[in-house]
């Protein structure tokens, strides 16, 4: 199955098998390995990245489904060897657990906690009041161990 979509700013394409993720046709068939592949049940985050402007799990959206639209990774945060700020941000603060979620000083790192940062500071205003208490209370959410941290 022929799939066309536009990845980080250009027109792509990969012929997959019609049960194919996203998350593996972007690592297997585009070469764009910043996502990764730990739960392939949209828990860990791993993941992450924009499909039309929402942050999804790439490992629970088949390629199919991504057809024809705009799909932004985490190679797409910054030009070159930069990092974004978000990414330089969690780097500084040595904020690396186990590595698969936070960006390890390259742009091709994984980012599923930038990503959803990005996302969450976008979206500020609307995101719930749950959320915004955990981002601001000083604690950390720890993804892989699945509880909260007190910093």
Excluded: Y
């Excluded at 690592?27 to 499909?51: M, P």
């Excluded at 906690?113 to 609307?126: F, W």
């Amino acid at each position: 199955m022929l799939i066309r979509l536009n990845v980080n700013g250009e027109s792509r394409e990969a012929d997959v098998w019609p049960g194919t993720s996203l998350l593996s046709m972007l690592r297997d068939h585009l070469g764009l390995v910043g996502s990764k592949n730990a739960c392939e049940q949209g828990e860990c985050g791993s993941c992450s990245l924009w499909l039309d402007g929402e942050l999804v799990c790439a490992c629970l959206v088949l390629a199919a489904q991504a057809g024809g639209r705009d799909v932004r990774t985490v190679e797409s945060l910054a030009p070159g060897d930069r990092l974004h700020p978000v990414q330089d941000a969690f780097v500084e603060a040595g904020a690396v657990q186990c590595g698969f979620c936070t960006p390890r000083g390259d742009r091709h790192g994984p980012a599923g906690l930038a990503m959803t940062a990005l996302v969450l500071n976008r979206h500020e205003q609307t995101f719930d009041p749950l959320l915004r208490r955990r981002r601001h209370d000083g604690r950390r959410w720890d993804r892989t161990a699945g509880r909260v941290d007190p910093g």
